[in-house]
C-alpha cells in the first residue's frame, strides 16, 4: 500500500518512488511532470484526511498515473533485455512478420508503441524516442492491440504528426442528461455522488427516457421500479429527491429547461415503511454493563463513549485529536460528517476511559467495530434485536427528559436546531451547558426519571 502516517501528523500520507534508473524528465509524459510535482524521486503528499476510505478515494489519480508509469517502465526493460541477452547488438524491438498489414493509426506491435501510416511503420520507446522505421507489408490486413491509455497516446501523438488520435481518446462533449448529473455532482462527497450516480443509472435502466421528454408518469415509473427492488419509502424518496435536485440545478445553470418531471411526485402506496429499531431498556442496560469485561479494553471505552454522549459510531471512530475550550480547560474533539448540523463539540468526560491525551486514532474501522459490538449484544441480550445504534436513540430520550433547552439537547445530538435565536456562543453551545447534560446520562441501567426516583 502507498498510504502511511508521519509520527507528527494523523494525516495519511501518500509516499510514492521512481526507480534510481528511470529519467524522469525524459520518461514521465508533461501531464506526469506535473502531476508528481515536477518530478521528485520520491513523491509524498498529504492527502489530508484522517479518514483511511477516504485517502484511499484522494490518492487513486497519483496512484493509478504510477502503476502506469511502472508498467510502461518495466515493459521497456522486459523487452530491451530479452532481445539484447539474444542478439548482443542494438535491440529492434520489431519482428518483420511476413504477409501482415496493420491498420493506420497508433498501436502496439511487438509490445511496443507503433504509429502506422499507409506502408510506414514508426516504432517509438517507453519515452518517446524515435526508435526505427519499417516497412508495412501488403498482404493481408490484421487488427493490432491498440494503444490501451491516453497517456501513452498523448506521448507519441505529440512527437509524430502522422499520427492520428484514436477516436476512443477524443475528448467527448458530455450534454443532456449527462451534462445534468455532471453538474450536480460536481464538489459533491464520493459517497453521495455515487449514490447519485447509482439512482440515474436505475433511472436510465427503468425508464430510459431523456430528462428533457420526461413526464410526471414517467417519474413514477421510476418510483414504482425502486420499489420493485425492495427499497423502503424513505430510500424512495430520497433517489426520486436526487434526480429532482439535479434537474433544478441544471434549470439554475441554463442546462435544462421546462418543468421538473420529478418534482412533487406522488409516492402513495410505494415502499416499505421503515423498519422499527428495538429500544434498549435500563434493565438490558445493566445486563450489558455487568458483561462489558467481556469486550477488550478499546472497545469498552468504545462502548462507554457511545451510551454516556449518544455520539454516531462513525463520529466516535474518526476521534485521533482533542482541543481545550476558550477560557476553560475543557475538553473536547470535533465530531460530525453526516450533515453541516452534525458538526458538533462532543466533551471529553472523566470516568469512560479516555487518555489523558489523544494524539491518534482511539478506535478502528467504525464497521469493524459494528460487528464486534453488535455480536457483542446479540451474546449478552440474544433475541432482544437491540443493535448498538439503540445507545443513541436510548441518550436522546434521557435527555428529552431533562430542562435543558431543546436548542442544546439537539445540538447535543447533532440534530439541527429548529430556532436559531436560541443559539448560544453563535454556531455552538459553550461546553459548560453542554457537558452536564452529557454527564447525567446513567449508563450502567440506574438511570431514573425524578418521578420514579420520588
Known amino acids: 500500500?502507498?498510504?502511511?502516517?508521519?509520527?507528527?501528523?494523523?494525516?495519511?500520507?501518500?509516499?510514492?518512488?521512481?526507480?534510481?534508473?528511470?529519467?524522469?524528465?525524459?520518461?514521465?509524459?508533461?501531464?506526469?511532470?506535473?502531476?508528481?510535482?515536477?518530478?521528485?524521486?520520491?513523491?509524498?503528499?498529504?492527502?489530508?484526511?484522517?479518514?483511511?476510505?477516504?485517502?484511499?478515494?484522494?490518492?487513486?489519480?497519483?496512484?493509478?498515473?504510477?502503476?502506469?508509469?511502472m508498467y510502461r517502465w518495466r515493459n521497456r526493460h522486459r523487452i530491451f533485455d530479452s532481445l539484447a541477452d539474444r542478439t548482443g547488438a542494438t535491440p529492434m524491438p520489431f519482428k518483420s512478420v511476413a504477409g501482415l498489414t496493420y491498420d493506420d493509426g497508433l498501436q502496439i506491435i511487438d509490445g511496443m508503441q507503433a504509429v502506422v501510416a499507409g506502408a510506414k511503420i514508426t516504432f517509438y520507446g517507453a519515452d518517446g524516442k524515435l526508435l526505427r522505421l519499417a516497412e508495412n507489408p501488403a498482404a493481408h490486413r490484421i487488427q493490432a492491440p491498440y494503444v490501451d491509455n491516453p497517456e501513452t497516446a498523448a506521448a507519441v501523438l505529440a512527437k509524430d504528426p502522422l499520427a492520428v488520435v484514436p477516436r476512443r481518446f477524443e475528448r467527448k462533449i458530455k450534454t443532456g442528461d449527462h451534462a445534468i448529473i455532471d453538474a450536480y455532482c460536481a464538489g459533491k462527497k464520493p459517497p453521495i455522488e455515487a449514490d447519485i450516480r447509482h439512482s440515474w443509472s436505475i433511472y436510465q435502466e427503468a425508464v430510459g427516457v431523456p430528462f428533457a421528454k420526461a413526464t410526471r408518469m414517467d417519474a413514477r415509473r421510476f418510483a414504482e421500479a425502486l420499489d420493485a427492488r425492495g427499497l423502503g419509502i424513505a430510500t424512495i424518496q430520497k433517489k426520486v429527491g436526487w434526480l429532482s435536485s439535479a434537474v433544478s440545478h441544471a434549470s439554475k445553470l441554463d442546462l435544462f429547461t421546462g418543468r421538473n418531471p420529478f418534482a412533487q411526485v406522488m409516492l402513495n402506496g410505494l415502499g416499505k415503511p421503515a423498519e422499527r429499531r428495538e429500544e434498549i431498556s435500563e434493565e438490558q442496560m445493566a445486563t450489558v454493563w455487568a458483561n462489558l469485561h467481556q469486550l477488550d479494553d478499546a472497545d469498552q471505552v468504545l462502548w462507554r463513549l457511545l451510551a454516556k454522549t449518544g455520539?454516531?459510531?462513525?463520529?466516535?471512530?474518526?476521534?485521533?485529536?482533542e482541543e481545550f475550550e476558550r477560557g476553560s480547560d475543557r475538553r473536547f474533539c470535533w465530531v460530525g460528517t453526516k450533515t453541516q448540523a452534525s458538526w458538533r463539540r462532543l466533551p471529553l468526560l472523566a470516568g469512560i476511559g479516555l487518555p489523558d491525551k489523544i494524539a491518534g486514532r482511539l478506535f478502528d474501522d467504525a464497521r469493524k467495530a459494528d460487528k464486534r459490538l453488535n455480536r457483542f449484544l446479540e451474546k449478552v441480550l440474544p433475541g432482544s434485536g437491540v443493535t448498538v445504534h439503540a445507545l443513541r436513540h436510548r441518550a436522546i430520550d434521557v435527555w428529552r427528559h431533562s430542562q435543558v433547552n431543546s436548542h442544546i439537547q439537539r445540538r447535543v445530538a447533532g440534530h439541527a436546531s429548529r430556532d436559531v435565536n436560541d443559539a448560544y456562543g453563535g454556531q455552538h453551545p459553550p461546553l459548560s451547558l453542554v457537558q452536564p447534560l452529557i454527564e447525567m446520562n446513567a449508563i450502567d441501567g440506574t438511570f431514573q426519571l425524578a418521578s420514579e426516583a420520588a
Open 311 to 321: 455520539a454516531r459510531l462513525s463520529e466516535a471512530c474518526s476521534i485521533a485529536k
Open 1 to 69: 500500500m502507498y498510504l502511511t502516517t508521519r509520527t507528527n501528523s494523523q494525516h495519511w500520507l501518500l509516499d510514492l518512488t521512481f526507480p534510481a534508473t528511470m529519467d524522469l524528465d525524459r520518461f514521465l509524459t508533461e501531464d506526469e511532470l506535473r502531476l508528481f510535482a515536477g518530478g521528485r524521486r520520491h513523491f509524498t503528499k498529504s492527502m489530508r484526511t484522517i479518514d483511511f476510505d477516504e485517502a484511499v478515494i484522494r490518492s487513486n489519480p497519483y496512484v493509478q498515473a504510477y502503476r502506469l508509469i
